[in-house]
T-cell receptor
Framework: DADVTQTPRNRITKTGKRIMLECSQT?????MYWYRQDPGLGLRLIYY???????NKGEISDGYSVSRQAQAKFSLSLESAIPNQTALYFC???????????????FGEGSRLTVL | GESVGLHLPTLSVQEGDNSIINCAYSNSASDYFIWYKQESGKGPQFIID?????DKRQGQRVTVLLNKTVKHLSLQIAATQPGDSAVYFC???????????????FGKGTLLTVNP
């Protein structure tokens, strides 16, 4: 089983609909992230969370919100989806402890969202 | 603004050959660099990292070279195999990040295709 699991893997929705992408992890990491990937662009950070009570905006947070329900769960919501939010979304975790590799993010397999 | 970029968007090599994937960075304040591999339909996976006080680091079949003079990073893959076919991303982190991965900036990626 994957250490970082994203659901759904694929979703097609219509403009104006509310969408939630869910992420759960079994790695025991405190730090979780949501990224967006568009063709020809690098990964861009939407939100990140260092623990259950810590939520921070990333580079492109407008139009998105997140919820850290537990150490293992971090969900991303699009309150009113629009077509330019069509993208591949990745959840990731990292281990800031000395055991972890500094720049190593552990990614889920992605959630492909299409907004019509 | 400063960004991480790649010289070549695609690279095609023969199985068994060595591959070199390049990355140019413009933020002279970056002190930590990472390479990720993303196979089709999967999330990015950490390959190797290097700190700015080094100019070379070797892993298993991979070597990362850092030339701070010209702000250039490369990933060398020895004896390239079909399983190496993927998109490769470089990422950088500025020295004032406090070691936090939320400040990672990702490049756009190079698609490596290995021909049998």
């Amino acid at each position: 089983d994957a250490d970082v699991t994203q659901t759904p893997r694929n979703r097609i929705t219509k403009t104006g609909k509310r969408i939630m992408l869910e992420c759960s992890q079994t790695k025991g990491h405190d730090r979780m992230y949501w990224y967006r990937q568009d063709p020809g662009l690098g990964l861009r950070l939407i939100y990140y969370s260092f623990d259950v009570k810590d939520i921070n905006k990333g580079e492109i947070s407008d139009g998105y919100s997140v919820s850290r329900q537990a150490q293992a769960k971090f969900s991303l919501s699009l309150e009113s989806a629009i077509p330019n939010q069509t993208a591949l979304y990745f959840c990731a975790t990292s281990d800031p402890s000395p055991r972890g590799v500094a720049g190593e993010l552990f990614f889920g397999e992605g959630s492909r969202l299409t907004v019509l | 603004g400063e960004s991480v970029g790649l010289h070549l968007p695609t690279l095609s090599v023969q199985e068994g050959d060595n591959s070199i994937i390049n990355c140019a960075y413009s933020n002279s304040a970056s002190d930590y660099f990472i390479w990720y591999k993303q196979e089709s339909g999967k999330g990015p996976q950490f390959i190797i990292d290097i700190r700015s006080n080094m100019d070379k680091r070797q892993g298993q079949r991979v070597t990362v070279l850092l030339n701070k003079t010209v702000k250039h990073l490369s990933l060398q893959i020895a004896a390239t195999q079909p399983g190496d076919s993927a998109v490769y991303f470089c990422a950088e982190r500025p020295v004032n990040s406090g070691g936090s991965n939320y400040k990672l900036t990702f490049g756009k990626g190079t698609l490596l295709t290995v021909n049998p």
